[in-house]
């Protein structure tokens, strides 16, 4: 049931949750198909992490939509983004590590995109899970203006969370 969500609301949340998803299979085709980069396990390593966050950027406003809709006061999957959040920094450590690595060994087009989509993969991280980074409209960008740097929304939710 709707709970007097504005269309242009519903509609945001949506194309967040499908452009997440969208932007996994793009940026393969763009960096391994189109310009022909090698899928090294570095190249891989960084573009998994990269992946994973976007998957969980794709649930949280699938999940944040989910919720506004329903009129819930829980994130629905909250618990499942509390352990994301735990869980992400090793991996993401991991593959900052392994690819920053493989870049020493050998930098070039073998290990400098993985060790570019460990790094954004971080900045993914950051995004969702604890200060918002992202600003892609006027709202946003007044905000940023008027107050700096804010806490993420997935943050603010998990927050709300705990007791």
Do not use: C
Not at 52 to 69: F, H, N, P, S, V
Not at 88 to 117: C, E, Y
């Amino acid at each position: 049931m709707h709970h007097r969500l504005p269309e242009r609301v519903r509609r945001r949340l949506r194309s967040l949750a499908a452009l997440e998803l969208v932007n996994i299979p793009l940026q393969a085709l763009v960096w391994f198909g189109v310009l022909g980069l090698p899928a090294t396990p570095a190249n891989l390593a960084g573009f998994a992490a990269f992946s994973l966050l976007l998957i969980e950027g794709a649930a949280y406003w699938a999940a944040k939509l989910r919720q506004l809709d329903s009129g819930a006061t829980a994130l629905p999957g909250a618990a499942a983004f509390a352990a994301a959040l735990r869980a992400n920094p090793p991996i993401l450590a991991a593959a900052v590590l392994a690819t920053g690595w493989a870049a020493i060994g050998d930098p070039g087009a073998n290990t400098l995109l993985g060790l570019g989509f460990a790094l954004f993969a971080v900045l993914e991280h950051v995004n969702y899970f604890h200060v918002q980074l992202m600003y892609d409209n006027a709202a946003d960008l007044r905000r940023l203006a008027a107050h700096g740097l804010v806490r993420s929304h997935l943050s603010r939710d998990l927050a709300r969370r705990r007791p």
